[in-house]
């Protein structure tokens, strides 16, 4: 297990690396979707809107790139843990409240057709993504990463022969 456990590491490294690039750098080319995007979720004030949907992608991209490249990796693990809770509960609050929209996660969002929603499919993939990104905070340790070599947040009991 020691051995695989890096590579698994790195794959989730990558994994979570690329979905946060790749979402963060389809919203910023287009401000007034990712702000028609956040404000469909009718959360936040008018006031913060804009804010929100500028630096949601920044920091999507910021903390992808952290990973990408593998450096404060726990941190960054966590980062898109939380990442993954902030859009699950909003994702869960629009389901929850019939919204019809879409989440806006890779670009656009908005208000669409009943039949164009697609909340379960969201929900799974910021699950999986979530348990990603708690597995990586608990094992960071990876292969062809930049920053240092991190310990594991807990040692795992000696076993006994």
Known sequence: MSRVRPWAATAARLLLGVVLVVAGALKLPDPAAAERAVRAYRLLPEGLVGPVAF????????????????????????????????????????WARGLQIDCGCFGGGGTVAAADTAYPAEVARDVALLLVALALARWPASRLALGPTPTPLWTEPARVR
Not at 65 to 84: D, K, S
């Open 55 to 94: 630096g949601l992608p920044v920091l999507e991209i910021a903390v992808g790139l952290a990973l990408l490249a593998g450096v404060l990796v726990r941190t960054a693990a966590l980062a898109a843990a939380a990442l993954m809770v902030v859009f699950l509960l909003g994702v869960g609050s629009a």
